[in-house]
């Protein structure tokens, strides 16, 4: 069992920045796929961004690639996600995931075993 716990999230200007953290209590964290997905009102979960077991390899939805960066530290048991020049449409709850699915990355909920609880990030017009 994977308990997974993410910060960082709030309240921020169109044009602005927020980190969010992703803590895990697992013993062999870095054997683990992570990833982070959003979800608003109304609509399906959607896929943000995965990172390898390593950390050498990401991969990113279109809708953030280049104002989003996913990363990982391995001994703090922690996945990063550094959001930067963020619009109203990224308003969503964003959420950890981890899955020990033995590709190299999935961008579908359904392939992740483990969820956090959520984070709240709004982002005002």
């Known amino acids: 069992q994977v308990q997974l716990v993410e910060s960082g999230g709030g309240l921020v200007q169109a044009g602005g920045s927020l980190r969010l953290s992703c803590a895990a209590s697992?013993?062999?964290?870095?054997?683990?796929?992570m990833a982070w997905f959003r979800q608003s009102p109304g609509k399906e979960r959607e896929f943000v961004a995965t990172?390898?077991?390593?950390?050498?390899?990401?991969y990113y939805a279109d809708s953030v690639k280049g104002r989003f960066t996913i990363s990982r530290d391995n001994a703090k048991n922690t996945v990063y996600v550094q959001m930067n020049s963020l619009k109203p449409e990224d308003t969503a709850v964003y959420y950890c995931?981890?899955?020990?699915?033995?590709?190299?990355?999935?961008?579908?909920?359904?392939?992740?075993?483990?969820w956090g609880q959520g984070t709240q990030v709004t982002v005002s017009s």
């Open positions: 995931s981890s899955t020990s699915r033995m590709g190299l990355y999935y961008t579908a909920p359904s392939d992740y075993y483990y």
């Open positions: 697992a013993r062999t964290f870095s054997s683990y796929i």
């Open positions: 990172i390898s077991r390593s950390g050498s390899s990401t």
